[in-house]
Every structure is written in structure tokens, then in C-alpha cells.
């Protein structure tokens, strides 16, 4: 079995999708990492210090929802580049070749 084509727009969609998701995953990790910060800035002493520990949470806050945004974006394109180029490559060579039982 060949694959001679593959559908740009789905492409670009699973991209996206499966982008988002490592994007999730690195924004419960900047969360977690903010609010550990955070935490540890508040417990510090003056006031000044209660607000920075305070923005670094809203920081983690803003980053579980910024990054899945941001990274599937940026998937959204790359698969559709990457299927668009794969077409074109596939139009030389003949495509890619898949064996399946």
C-alpha cells in the first residue's frame, strides 16, 4: 500500500490536537513550578514580596491556558506545512510506502 496524498486540513488538525496536548502538559508543569516559586516568595516577609509570590500563581494560572492555546496553533500550522510538503514530495517519488498485515 502507498500513500500517495494525505489530507492537508486533517493533517492540520491532529497536529493541532496532539500539540494542545503536550502544551497542557508543560503548562501544569510551569504551574506547578510558578506556585512552588510563588509559595516560597510569599513566606518571605514584607508586602512586596506576598505580591510577586501572588503574580508567579497567576503566572501558572495563565500558563495552563495560554500554552495548549499557543502550542496548538503552532501544531495547527506545522501539520498542515508538513502535509502540504509531503504532498509535493509524494508527487516525485511516489509517495510512502506501508506494509500491513
Known sequence: MIIKRIGVISA?????????????????????????IGVAASSFGPDHASGAGALLGGLGVISIIAFPVMYGIAG?????????????????????????E
Open 76 to 100: 495547527f500550522i506545522g501539520g498542515l506545512l508538513q502535509a502540504f510538503i509531503y504532498n509535493l514530495a509524494a508527487g516525485f517519488v511516489g509517495g510512502l510506502q506501508v506494509e500491513t
Open 12 to 36: 492540520a488538525k491532529i497536529g493541532g490536537i496532539i500539540a494542545a496536548a503536550f502544551g497542557l502538559l508543560i503548562g501544569v508543569i510551569f504551574f506547578l513550578v510558578y506556585s512552588v
